[in-house]
Every structure is written in C-alpha cells, then in structure tokens.
C-alpha cells in the first residue's frame, strides 16, 4: 500500500452523465487512509454517481478529483449479478488478475491466498457455489473477498446494507471495521444516519454537497433537513438532549 496523501482528494466535483446537466455539483471531501466515511443522501441524491465517478466511470465536469492507490468495489446488491456461471472463488481470483501484470494467470498461489480471503469473510465453504446463487450479503462478501486480494487500498460499498438481515449487517459492520483498521479507506454509500454516526466522516449529498465533516459536527437538524428535503423523522433522545434524525425507509 502507498502511504501518503490522501485516497481521495475531491474539490468543487461536478458529475453528470452524457448529454444531460450535472447531477452532483460542489462536491469537496477528503478519504484517508484507516478512514470510514458515509456517505448519505436521498433516492437520486447522487450517492451512487459519485461512486461511478471515484471508479472513473464518469468524467468530472468541473472541479477536480485525484483517487489514489488501487480501488476495490462492492456495487449494489441487484447490480453483482453476473450472468455467467463463475464459483465465489473465481470471482474472488478476479482481485489477482487486477494486482498483477495482465499476461500472468492466477496459479496455485493466488488461489490459496483467494481462499483465505474467503476465509476471512466467512465463505470459506462456498468457494465453489456459483456466484449467482448465493445470497446478496454472500455475494457482497465475496465482492470484499476479491477487494482483499486486490489488497485495495481504498474499497467503495454502494448501499451495502439494504436487504441484509441484523447478523449479516452486523458482520458487514465488523468488516468494514477492520478494513479500515488495516490502514484502507473505506467509503460506504447507507440510508442508515444512525450508521453513519459511528464512522469518522460524513459526507451529505443532495444533488450536491450539503456537508462533510465528523458526524458529530455535521449531522445537525438543518443539514439532515437539507439532506433529504424535510423527510426526516425526528426521535428524540434523553429528554431535552440532542435529537438524533433516521432517514426514510426506501422505497
Ligand atoms: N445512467 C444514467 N443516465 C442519466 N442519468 C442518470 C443515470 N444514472 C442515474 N442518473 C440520474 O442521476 C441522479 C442521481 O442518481 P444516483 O443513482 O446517483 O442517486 P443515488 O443517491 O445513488 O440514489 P439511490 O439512493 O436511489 O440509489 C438521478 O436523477 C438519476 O436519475
């Protein structure tokens, strides 16, 4: 892994998609190394384009973006599905052929270490399913079986959560713990504010930059109203203390 500089430098980002308007605009944030950031917003508050953008996907319109280092991605459940029949280990051994020179096929080593790497998201026994039969959450974990062998160092989850049931968010929440306990940046699209409390930054979007900063500083009343335009419900939390805002269920 490098180790300088941030993974992601984004300043004044404006993102759109060919021959229409930007649907992002004003976009400035900043991914470092061992950092867990949210990034939340409304349906079509843009979440999803800017990770179309930090994959380069998508050219910025104005402003600038720099991503450094090697990426790894873990799209939307309904958008992993390949229509091949290739095993969760083949999937996996695709992180190989993304780290090393594009002639060389994985042998005998890489994928003992893909096998590992299911290992440690718990699928070691499903190295040989066909990647389109397992479940969402499994497909997910094999998404970030094959980001560890890529050794990405920063790693994008794109509304990872939606439609996992409580032990498998909960094991998606102990993975990308460690992920950026190991020094990756890790960048996490939720609907989920009460999620996002408990990483290090926030980034709001709603077509375009509402905040960024600790959750702390940034998950205020008025940036959540201006995040999802008033949608918010409002649960207050001991007494007359600060009130703590939950995103709408999707729908
Ligand atoms: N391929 C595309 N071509 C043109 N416009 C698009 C395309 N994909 C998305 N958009 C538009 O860009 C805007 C932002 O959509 P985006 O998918 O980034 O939102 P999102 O925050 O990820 O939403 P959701 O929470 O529903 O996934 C929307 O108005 C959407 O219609």
Not at 36 to 43: A, C, E, Q, T, Y
Not at 224 to 237: F, G, K, Q, W
Request: aromatic share 4%; proline share 7%.
């Amino acid at each position: 892994m490098h180790d300088r500089g941030p993974l992601i430098d984004a300043r004044g980002l404006a993102v759109g998609y060919p021959g229409g308007p930007p649907v992002l605009e004003d976009v400035t944030f900043a991914v470092a190394r061992g950092e867990r950031v949210g990034v939340l917003g409304p349906n079509g508050g843009g979440k999803t384009t800017l990770m179309r953008a930090l994959l380069g996907e998508l050219a910025p319109r104005a402003g600038s973006l720099a991503v450094s280092g090697t990426t790894g991605t873990v799209p939307q459940t309904e958008r992993s599905r390949l229509d091949y029949p290739v095993s969760a280990l083949d999937v996996v051994l695709m992180g190989a052929l993304a780290r090393g020179p594009w002639w060389r096929r994985p042998g005998r080593r890489e994928r003992a270490e893909a096998l590992a790497a299911l290992d440690r998201v718990g699928l070691s026994d499903r190295a040989e399913t066909t990647f389109g039969e397992l479940s969402g959450g499994q497909r997910q974990r094999v998404l970030v079986a094959r980001a560890l062998l890529q050794d990405a160092d920063l790693v994008l989850f794109d509304e990872p959560f939606t439609g996992l049931d409580t032990p498998s968010a909960e094991r998606l929440t102990t993975l990308i713990d460690t992920l950026a306990a190991e020094g990756r940046g890790v960048l996490v699209s939720t609907h989920d504010v009460g999620q996002a409390r408990a990483w290090d930054h926030v980034l709001c979007l709603n077509r375009r930059m509402v905040d960024f900063g600790p959750p702390a500083l940034a998950l205020t009343e008025p940036v959540l109203a201006a995040t999802y335009e008033h949608a918010v419900i409002r649960v207050p939390v001991d007494g007359d203390g600060p009130r703590r805002a939950a995103a709408p269920a999707r729908a």
